[in-house]
């Protein structure tokens, strides 16, 4: 097949220039000014649209396999292709836990059947699997996920030991989710012993609070300093965190591309909400670190732009709704996100948050960076053909019809957005397109190339 997108206005590395694309066999073969005069099986008009590198989410939870009456692979990689979101890389707390060989080649046999989008999985780090790393083929995952707090599957190291040998043994990127276990029981006895048994959910952020983050975060920065590890902390949501990063990572348009040992990703929720939306969505928003106030928002909105934040993802992690019914100590954390992802954050580039350009460094390019996909993440002849065209000024109400998460709800439902995406090709293959995803399309296994 040779497909050409035509007309549209290409952000890719920095610039934006309108321009032509042909795609070959599921690869891009060539980007050019001028309209190129072959024939073509296909011939995709963009113009009026901007077009992208696929979206890599570095940070989901899919739930397949033990907990699929909430999602499976199918469900929310047909969601992501809705999305704009070709790639992802799916979190070791399922059941069971991907913490053992056995168990990660399980998820890649079920996500090579049913996965519309591309596909990875995180291996899980536990109290006593440390040994089993040198195990792990380096080509295929792009990490070790590791829980220095408590959170949802159980997964928590909280050993000094098993730290220590964690951070000194990892060989690959270490992404890290940091709470402080003890700091949030107790906020948690103060905050029931005040409000009951379910203390309601306006006081999420006070008992998972930014002391919690702030102490776990900064054990984990001194751990990884100490052992030289590869550290990406997960989902940074407090200013005070931001304070260990360093500033003047790669910030697109060429030059050096190299990034700090330590990391951090940070989630659409946070960037999107603030604690004071608990008033209006209730736990609908209730995540894991818990989404504070609206001064923590806006310097992790401003981290976007001086490169303190590397990678925007979203921790997509779909509940049954009645599983959000409840406060603080009931109601399930984590919120569905992937298909609305994209949208959201260009909704931040109309509000001048950051550019476009900027936007697709910290979505595309810098996951692709940060754990050496293979052939992925940029407009670039020869790589895959993971593509998104995005129109502007199209505007469309979130609606519970159109959500293709197999929980059924969204906190996004009847919000109205400016921007829409058009079409999604995953390979070379349209995957998504108005407003449909093709069931036929099925997404390939990501590769990697880690650098110490």
């Avoid at 190129?36 to 890599?56: Q, R």
Wanted: charged share 20%; glycine share 8%.
């Amino acid at each position: 097949m040779r497909i050409l997108i035509k007309g549209g206005r290409i952000v890719n590395e920095g610039r934006v220039l309108e321009g032509n694309i042909v795609l070959e066999d599921g690869n891009i073969t060539s980007i050019t000014k001028q309209q190129p005069e072959a024939s073509f099986d296909e011939t995709i008009d963009a113009s009026g649209c901007y077009v992208l590198p696929g979206v890599i989410d570095d940070h989901v939870h899919f739930r397949e396999p033990g907990l699929t009456q909430k999602a499976n692979i199918e469900s929310e990689s047909r969601a992501a292709a809705a999305g704009g979101v070709t790639s992802y890389f799916d979190m070791p707390n399922c059941v069971p836990q991907t913490t053992t060989i056995e168990a990660l080649t399980d998820k890649f046999n079920r996500a090579r059947t049913y996965s519309h989008v591309n596909y990875s999985f995180f291996y899980g780090a536990t109290n006593d699997n440390a040994e089993s790393f040198s195990q792990l083929d380096a080509t295929r995952i792009p990490g070790i996920k590791l829980f220095m707090g408590s959170s949802t599957g159980n997964m928590l190291v909280d050993r000094q030991q098993a730290l220590e040998r964690i951070f000194q043994t990892c060989r690959l990127p270490l992404m890290v989710h940091c709470e402080d276990t003890a700091v949030i029981n107790r906020n948690m006895a103060a905050a029931q012993e005040a409000w009951g048994e379910d203390p309601p959910v306006t006081l999420h952020a006070m008992i998972r609070s930014e002391e919690a983050c702030l102490a776990s975060t900064s054990k984990a920065v001194e751990l990884a300093r100490k052992y030289g590890t590869r550290l990406h902390i997960a989902h940074i949501s407090t200013a005070e965190e931001l304070d260990l990063l360093e500033a003047g990572q790669h910030l697109g348009g060429g030059g050096n591309t190299a990034f700090p040992r330590i990391t951090a990703e940070a989630c659409v929720g946070h960037l999107f909400f603030t604690q004071l939306d608990h008033a209006r969505l209730g736990a609908k928003i209730k995540v894991n670190p818990a989404i504070k106030t609206p001064v923590d928002q806006f310097l992790l909105r401003q981290a976007l732009n001086d490169g303190r934040i590397a990678v925007v993802a979203t921790d997509h992690a779909p509940h049954l709704l009645a599983q959000k019914e409840g406060g603080c100590a009931k109601a399930a954390s984590g919120m569905p996100m992937i298909q609305f992802s994209l949208v959201t954050m260009l909704e931040l580039v109309d509000e001048k948050v950051l550019t476009l350009p900027r936007l697709v460094e910290l979505m595309c390019h810098n996951p692709a960076r940060l754990f050496g996909v293979q052939q992925r993440g940029f407009l670039r002849e020869g790589y895959r053909a993971d593509i998104v065209i995005v129109r502007p000024d199209n505007p469309w109400t979130v609606t519970k019809n159109c959500i293709q998460s197999k929980c059924g709800w969204s906190p996004m439902e009847g919000h109205e957005y400016r921007w829409r995406v058009e079409r999604t090709l995953c390979n070379g293959h349209t995957v998504f397109a108005h407003g449909q995803v093709n069931n036929d399309v099925f997404g390939e296994e990501i590769r990697f190339r880690h650098e110490n």
